[in-house]
């Protein structure tokens, strides 16, 4: 990725393993799903990086180990140059202010017994960021308008609003410390189609606006090249691409990477695009294959391809795969 300005997230070697028990009286581990597996990025200030992938492939996990919702295994986190695994309870709550989270499903992340205006306003109150209580209603009238909501809705609670509605109040409840840094996590596969463009829109919108690092975690590939300037691609734990969204989309390098965008939809009619089916389903994470995790799925794999991990090496500037054929099937097209 580009060098031009100094990282504001740098994850390195990032892993989280979540334990196998077995027995209920005295439940002993009997293995680990490894859910993440040695992701290593950087987002810059007013970044939007993706991370795509099809559904356990360990995103989610990864934006929540990030933030430190779950505590990762291994790796390490920094944020603005500070270690984020080396802080106490207390220290890293001065950077909850900093780093927000946008959940995918906005009927179950608003607290029902609040309403809008004082789940605004406890965030304020927490965190001192207005002197007064009539600093935090215009405050709490100017985010709700920045949402495209009335100010006037603070009054009522999360249930009286539709689904697109309620994401608008996440993503204010997410601006209201005025974050330098927002993990969305799916924020609009739970809502109807007709809705999601708009609230991809929103979001875009402020996340320019505000300079705010995003890290848009998505399975969607059409939404992800409307939104991201980079692009990771995650597959069982592990990045296999990673590059600025044009170069992943016009020249992607990793046989997974090629399959997922030889899926999106294209408007013209009249356009030939061959699809590429994968086949088989994706691993347990709890057994993941030896050597290269997609090896399994992928119609290039080879004996080496069991054999050896691969690693993530540079194509073109900035651009990332991990494939041990890569330059062999490119030179073969």
Not at 4 to 28: D, N, S
Not at 279 to 299: K, L, N, Q, W, Y
Request: charged residues 25%; contains cysteine.
């Amino acid at each position: 990725m580009s060098a031009q300005a100094a990282p504001l997230v740098e994850v390195e070697g990032l892993r989280k393993y979540f334990p196998i028990r077995e027995g209920l009286v005295m439940p002993r581990v009997v293995g680990q799903v490894r859910a993440v597996e040695d992701v290593s990025f950087t987002i810059r200030r007013g970044q939007v990086l993706a991370l795509v992938g099809e559904s356990g492939s360990g995103k989610s996990t990864t934006g929540r180990a990030l933030l430190r919702l779950i505590e990762p295994n291994a790796g390490r986190i920094r944020f603005d140059g500070v270690d984020l695994l080396s802080l106490k309870p207390k220290e890293l709550r001065a950077f909850r202010r900093r780093m927000q989270i946008i959940f995918q499903d906005p009927y179950a992340s608003l607290n029902p017994h609040l309403r809008v205006a004082d789940m605004l306003d406890e965030a304020l109150v927490i965190h001192a960021l207005e002197p007064s209580a009539a600093a935090r209603r215009a405050r709490i009238d100017e985010l709700l308008s920045s949402v495209g909501l009335r100010p006037e809705y603070g009054r009522r609670f999360p249930h009286e609003f539709s689904g697109g509605q309620r994401q608008r109040l996440a993503i204010a409840r997410a601006l209201t410390v005025r974050p330098d840094f927002i993990v969305a996590d799916e924020p609009v596969s739970a809502l109807d189609v007709s809705i999601q463009a708009q609230i991809i829109n929103l979001l875009q919108e402020l996340q320019q606006r505000f300079g705010i690092a995003l890290l848009f975690i998505a399975h969607d590939l059409a939404v992800v090249r409307h939104v991201a300037t980079d692009v990771a691609v995650m597959y069982l734990g592990r990045i296999v691409e990673m590059g600025p969204a044009d170069a992943v989309f016009d020249a992607p390098v990793h046989p997974y990477t090629q399959a997922l965008i030889s899926a999106i939809p294209v408007p013209d009619p009249d356009a030939v695009r061959t699809r590429i089916i994968l086949g088989g389903e994706i691993p347990s994470p709890a057994a993941p294959p030896s050597g290269c995790v997609f090896r399994t799925r992928c119609r290039h794999a080879n004996a080496a391809c069991a054999a050896t991990v691969p690693p993530l090496v540079e194509r073109t500037p900035g651009h990332w795969s991990a494939c041990l054929r890569a330059d062999e099937l490119a030179a073969a097209r």
